[in-house]
């Protein structure tokens, strides 16, 4: 498995994302109250260590991986799927490209 983020940091991470959803009263939501809920209830003590705690750490790094991938996802649709459609001198600008120009310095023919 691979190396984890510390659980503190895994929730704030988790935290961070629901203030970028939800805006500045995400305290309220439900979801932070379930967040909250539940890396209390799996907190770490000096007496107890557990697969359940270890798995429910998994979990939330897992949820914060889903949550930035999506938060991300979001971010580039919006970027290239916004604008509608794009003519080919545009398209090939955004990877870098020219289009080729016939010899009397003229562009391709509509």
């Given at each position: 498995?691979?190396?984890?983020?510390?659980?503190l940091?895994?929730?704030?991470?988790?935290?961070?994302?629901?203030?970028?959803?939800?805006?500045?009263?995400?305290?309220?939501?439900?979801?932070?109250?379930?967040?909250?809920?539940?890396?209390?209830?799996?907190?770490?003590?000096?007496?107890?260590?557990?697969?359940?705690?270890?798995e429910?750490?998994?979990?939330?790094?897992?949820y914060?991986?889903?949550?930035?991938?999506?938060?991300?996802?979001?971010?580039?649709?919006?970027?290239?799927?916004?604008?509608?459609?794009?003519?080919?001198?545009e398209?090939?600008?955004?990877?870098?490209?020219?289009?080729?120009?016939?010899?009397?310095?003229?562009?391709?023919?509509?």
């Amino acid at each position: 498995m691979a190396s984890l983020s510390p659980p503190l940091r895994v929730c704030r991470g988790i935290l961070k994302e629901l203030r970028a959803i939800q805006g500045p009263s995400y305290k309220q939501s439900l979801a932070y109250n379930y967040v909250m809920e539940q890396f209390r209830k799996n907190k770490v003590t000096g007496e107890r260590y557990c697969r359940a705690q270890l798995e429910a750490h998994h979990d939330s790094h897992t949820y914060l991986c889903l949550l930035m991938s999506t938060r991300s996802h979001l971010v580039l649709h919006n970027l290239y799927h916004s604008k509608g459609e794009r003519s080919p001198e545009e398209v090939a600008g955004l990877v870098g490209l020219r289009m080729p120009t016939q010899p009397g310095g003229k562009g391709w023919e509509k």
